[in-house]
């Protein structure tokens, strides 16, 4: 079976710095994903990690621990547009397939 | 380059009817998934296609639910009769390729339909 875990719900304020956590346990292992949907809209893809450590792209950075079954997202110098969905995928071999299994998602709030 | 593109973007039917929603993918993405979004959950993956057949409907609701991939293009998902709980929206995505082993193959998604079950 599969579980992803994230907060359901973050705030943070313009500027700043969050980070979104993601923990999955999964019979097995092969990459996790990371995407951003504004409301109404559909996901678009930030990250991709099947390596641990931390990936960097702009103002997002993405890490992961294989050993640990964790993941985070960091976000920096946040901006309103910054507030959407923020959904953790995994992709878990075990059940013969490679499609990635999604979490709930994190919604993330950018106040000013 | 367009998108994926989805219609209609909105349906609301009551429940026992049926409904349809139509899907053309990125051109020349042979691998196309259709995903159900419930409010506040991520999406969750019905059937994917490579070309015109179905690499996995594992979790697709058979007694209701079907799916077709007329000549590896365009993509129709039904539901007939509809539930209450069939209350989602529905994407649709695309890829190049099939997933597999440690190749990265990014999904594209079209806009999605919010489908109100009455």
């Known amino acids: 079976g599969q579980n992803i875990d994230q907060p359901t719900e973050m705030t943070a304020t313009e500027g700043a710095i969050v980070q979104i956590n993601c923990t999955y346990q999964t019979s097995g292992f092969n990459g996790l994903f990371w995407y951003q949907q504004h409301a109404g809209e559909a996901p678009t893809f930030l990250s991709y990690?099947?390596?641990?450590g931390l990936e960097e792209k702009g103002r997002f950075s993405s890490f992961l621990s294989r050993s640990k079954g964790y993941s985070y997202l960091l976000l920096k110098e946040l901006q309103m547009k910054d507030s959407a969905s923020y959904l953790c995928?995994?992709?878990?071999?075990?059940?013969?397939?490679?499609?990635?299994?999604f979490g709930r998602g994190t919604s993330l709030i950018v106040h000013p | 380059e367009a998108g994926v593109a989805q219609s209609p973007r909105y349906k609301i039917i009551e429940k026992r009817q049926s409904v349809a929603f139509w899907c053309n993918p990125i051109s020349g993405h042979a691998t196309l998934y259709w995903y159900q979004q419930i409010l506040g959950q991520g999406p969750k993956l019905l059937i994917q296609?490579?070309?015109?057949?179905?690499?996995?409907d594992s979790q697709l609701p058979k007694d209701r639910f079907s799916a077709e991939r007329l000549k590896g293009v365009d993509s129709t998902l039904k539901i007939q009769p509809a539930k209450l709980e069939d209350s989602a929206v529905y994407l649709c995505?695309?890829?190049?390729?099939?997933?597999?082993?440690?190749?990265?193959?990014?999904?594209?998604f079209g806009p999605g339909t919010r489908l109100t079950v009455l």
């Open positions: 990690n099947v390596l641990d």
């Open positions: 995928a995994v992709r878990d071999p075990a059940g013969g397939s490679y499609i990635p299994t």
């Open positions: 995505a695309s890829s190049l390729v099939v997933s597999v082993a440690g190749r990265y193959n990014e999904q594209f």
């Open positions: 296609f490579q070309n015109n057949g179905v690499v996995d």
